[in-house]
Structure formats: C-alpha cells, structure tokens
C-alpha cells in the first residue's frame, strides 16, 4: 500500500487564512476588551494596521510559495504519505513518522481551529490543521486509518 496526499495550491491559501485569522483573533480580542474594560477608547487605527500586517504576511507567503516552489524541485509543503510501514506527515519536506505497529488512533479535535491528531505509543502525535487536505483527501485518510 502506497498512498500520498498532497496539499493543493488553493488548500494551503485556504488553511494558511483559516489559521491566520484564529491566531489574529487572539491578537485583536484583547485590543478590543482591554479598553472597555479600563474604560478607554478602542484604538481602531492599531486593529487596522494589525489587520493589514496579518493579510500582507499571508499573502507574501503565499505568493512567494507560488513563485518559488514549482517545477521538478519543488517541496512537498503539507502532505502524508500512507504505506505498509507506517504514516508520514510531510511539512516542508520534512517527515514525521508513526509506524503502523505504534499506530493508537486518531482524534478530530473539534475545537477552533479544528484539528487532526495522529496518536503514536509512548506519547508521539502527530497534529495537524483539519483543512490541511480537502475534503476527498480527508475522507480518504479517516477511512485509511479506521481500516488501520
């Protein structure tokens, strides 16, 4: 058995906003409840520029990813590849393995952002964004796994 899964363009923009905005989310809650709380004005002008760096570093990345990694020598950003040794997570070109004989699960964390987590014995995981693949990839991963 040899199955890869691998991010597509539009998937990795998709995810990378998804968890951008949860990750400014927690940046700009505190810019808009501390000053009620001290009874002050909201500084609007400090959320919009927070806002704008946030898009401008999501896009760049992206962009770059776009430009950059392409052709013969480009670099798996996100995938997993599922073979008769075990499961790989791919980031970056770099890879995480859980043999099969270590395999103890897997959870779907359903909490924002939502999560995968991949379990391993003597505590190794596996974590990964939930929009990481698409749907048809997901559902071909979850049914992999229950096989397992």
Known sequence: MRIILIQSRYQNIFNRIYLG????????????????IWEREINWDSIQLTLLFGFIIISSISIWLFVFNRGDGAVIEYGLEMTDEGISYIRYGSKTQIKWCDF???????????????????????????YTFSGEQRLKLFQTLASM
Not at 21 to 36: A, E, K, N
Not at 125 to 130: A, G, L, R, T
């Open 21 to 36: 905005v949860h990750t400014y989310l927690w940046v700009i809650l505190p810019m808009l409840v501390l000053p009620v």
């Open 104 to 130: 103890n699960g897997f959870q779907i964390i359903n909490k924002w952002p939502r999560m995968i987590l991949l379990k391993g014995k003597g505590g190794k995981m596996i974590e990964f964004s939930y």
